[in-house]
């Protein structure tokens, strides 16, 4: 019998991959970054409509239900993102940081050589 919160998790998973597809289209993700999604909310749905598929390895884990594994999982993926959200922001400040520099560099050296070229009177 499928439950209320399965009909929801199972409608979530297709509402997050259709957002996958749009930014997809939109050319904001790549194919494989598309396909990591899709499969991803794939297995989500697979997941919440058959939980006892992950029964063997919840026993194994010594977990309790298959909502406690969801859960975290959940919370495993989130320090995840967390970690390369903060990973990139690092790599982007970086990036602007060398930019900034190098082209006050460059208009300085373009300062320079204007007044080498016209020295004040």
Known sequence: MIL???IVGVL???LMGYFAFLNFKRR???RGEFFFWEILWAFFVLIVILPEA???LIHRLSIARTM???TIIGFMFLFFLTYYN???LNKIKKKMSDNVRQEALTEL???EIHEDENPPA
Do not use: K, R
Request: hydrophobic share 50%.
């Open 4 to 6: 209320g919160v399965q």
């Open 12 to 14: 979530f998973a297709l």
């Open 28 to 30: 904001e993700i790549n």
């Open 54 to 56: 992950t029964y063997g």
């Open 68 to 70: 406690d594994f969801m």
């Open 86 to 88: 903060y990973a990139m």
């Open 109 to 111: 050296e373009i300062i």
